[in-house]
């Protein structure tokens, strides 16, 4: 590795989602002099959404990026060093681990805490930019509230797009399930579930070509049997166009090192973030395809934070 310069931390923390941030507030107060990276997306994937009100302790919406934000000064004010820069390189061979930072600065860790989460699949429509935060969302659990009673569309056709369709039925008065194939891939119990559910039309055989609205999302355009003889173009009159076409944990760079399921998502101890590595934890969205909520990623946040303070007193 050609690095420029070489710094050695008890605790190195990568990522600044709410995984990263409460692990720097714990290992902070636990005098482990932690250093956070911020990574690609400051402030993770909160800050892509609008108003948040399930995490706890906020009794009025709180915006996404607010909410990061305050984790953030927490950290700090606590005495957390918080510093931007991507991880682009990894050696977790033995300890010391190393962690390249931006390709040039070589940290090396006692312990290492990878909370770098995992990033929604978009379609890759420009409109999905377009109507971000004012319509387009990749979290049924974060937005859903806003469509009480409003038409919304749901891309996908696997268990979460499923379960995302089947809460935002109990919310929305109709939900479409947009599915490229002419069948769901989702497990047989989801996929009885939306068929019995009266508020769930499902399209199958579309795909989305834009979305449309003057200020707000208006509908989406749909092409039904794309590229068929019989292709046909139909519009959908909706209010939120929500996408459930999978994520991708950000652990490539750990992948060589670390055991991951067959998605790229980090394997640990059940109920613990220690991976196979001593020393190594990985907590939040990339550990964890099931949950993916803000306060179960804080909450694996500490538990690596605590786990490395053990290993530290351990060793
Ligand atoms: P999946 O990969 O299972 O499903 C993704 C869906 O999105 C598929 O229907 C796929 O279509 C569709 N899709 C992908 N790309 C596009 C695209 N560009 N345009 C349109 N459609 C697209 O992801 P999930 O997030 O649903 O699930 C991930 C894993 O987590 C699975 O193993 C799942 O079983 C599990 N899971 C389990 C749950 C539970 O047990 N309660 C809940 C949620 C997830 P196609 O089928 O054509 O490829």
């Known amino acids: ?3 420029r310069t070489n710094e050695r931390v008890r605790c190195l923390i990568i990522g600044s989602g709410p995984a990263g941030y409460t692990a720097a507030i714990y290992a902070t107060r636990a005098n482990l002099s932690p250093v956070l990276y911020e990574g690609m997306q400051p402030g993770g994937q909160l800050t892509s959404t609008t108003h948040v009100e399930n995490f706890p302790g906020h009794p009025d919406p709180i915006m996404g990026v607010q909410l990061m934000d305050n984790l953030k000064q927490q950290a700090s004010r606590l005495g957390a060093d918080l510093r931007s820069g991507i991880a682009t390189g990894a050696d977790l061979s033995q300890s010391p681990y190393r962690v390249i930072i931006n390709e040039e600065i070589c940290m090396e860790a006692d312990t290492l805490i990878i909370a770098t989460g995992a990033s929604a699949k978009y379609l890759g429509l420009p409109d999905e930019q377009k109507y971000a935060g004012s319509g387009v969302s990749a979290c049924a659990t974060c937005d859903g ?3 009480r009673k409003k038409v919304v569309a ?5 268990d979460t797009a499923c379960e995302e369709a089947i809460y935002l039925a109990s919310l929305a008065s109709k939900v479409y399930m947009i599915v490229r194939k002419n069948k769901l891939r989702a497990s047989m119990v989801m996929q009885d579930r939306v068929f019995h559910n009266p508020r769930i039309e499902i399209l199958f055989e579309h795909n989305t070509v834009g979305l449309f609205g003057e200020q707000a999302l208006e509908g989406a355009r749909l092409l039904k049997r794309q590229g068929m003889p019989d292709e046909e173009e139909v519009s959908i009159a909706i209010d939120g166009f929500f996408l459930a076409i999978g994520h991708t944990p950000n ?3 750990f992948r060589e090192w670390l055991a991951t399921d067959e998605a790229g998502y980090i394997l640990t101890d059940p109920n613990s973030p ?3 590595l001593p ?5 939040g969205d990339v550990a964890d395809s099931r949950y993916r909520q803000a306060i179960t990623a804080a909450a694996s946040g500490c538990k690596a934070a605590m786990e ?3 290993y530290l007193l351990s060793v």
């Open 1 to 3: 590795m050609n690095t």
């Open 145 to 147: 509230f806003f469509y």
């Open 154 to 158: 749901v891309v996908g056709g696997g």
């Open 251 to 253: 652990s490539g760079i």
């Open 274 to 276: 220690r991976t196979g």
């Open 279 to 283: 020393g190594v934890f990985a907590a």
């Open 308 to 310: 490395a303070d053990r």
